[in-house]
């Protein structure tokens, strides 16, 4: 066998070697993720706005008072912290939020929920136990929006930006809740 092709064969075990160890610690590579990984965009002149975030199933489940209880900080979807990244200062409601880069918390409750954008980034969005990792101090902004409910239940978390009406707004919809962050 020629050295060319033992230097190959050499390079293929390492790297078959690095992604089992990779699969080992962090969970098979080949099976999908209960709540993936999801980034929307939105781009308007010189304004960009984006959230990345995870997206949980229903599953035939109660998700809003059961699996995401009531007057409890919600992280906002699954896995990671979910951030909001805008490049210029936005008006929210009657405050002012700041260019850069948050994460985005809320508080669901039956009739309104609270949307807190918070200044510190957190590697996760939950504690060993499971409670949310959020820190108040750093709360830059919080604003109660209402609950609209939806005739039809949304299986899927869903974040999106709405510009339909020129009045541009971040919406989120789970099972059939609804909510509307109005942006300026």
Not at 30 to 41: G, H, I
Request: proline share 6%; net charge positive; glycine share 4%.
């Amino acid at each position: 066998m020629n050295r060319f092709l033992k230097r190959i064969i050499f390079l293929l075990i390492i790297l078959a070697s690095g992604l089992f160890i990779h699969a080992y610690f962090n969970g098979d590579l080949l099976k999908k993720r209960l709540s993936p990984k999801d980034t929307v965009e939105f781009k308007l002149n010189d304004l960009k706005l984006e959230v990345f975030y995870n997206r949980p199933s229903k599953r035939d489940r109660e998700v809003f008072g059961g699996l995401v209880p009531y007057k409890k900080v919600w992280r906002t979807g699954a896995n990671e912290a979910t951030t909001f990244k805008t490049n210029k200062p936005l008006k929210i409601g009657n405050d002012s939020l700041a260019k850069g880069r948050y994460t985005l918390w809320t508080i669901p409750n039956e009739e309104q929920w609270q949307v807190i954008f918070n200044s510190k980034q957190y590697p996760w969005g939950v504690d060993e136990t499971m409670q949310p990792m959020r820190d108040p101090e750093f709360d830059v902004l919080t604003i109660e929006v209402p609950v609209q409910i939806l005739s039809r239940p949304v299986e899927q978390f869903t974040i999106a930006f709405d510009n339909s009406t020129d009045n541009l707004s971040l919406t989120m919809a789970w099972d059939r809740t609804k909510i509307s962050v109005p942006l300026k």
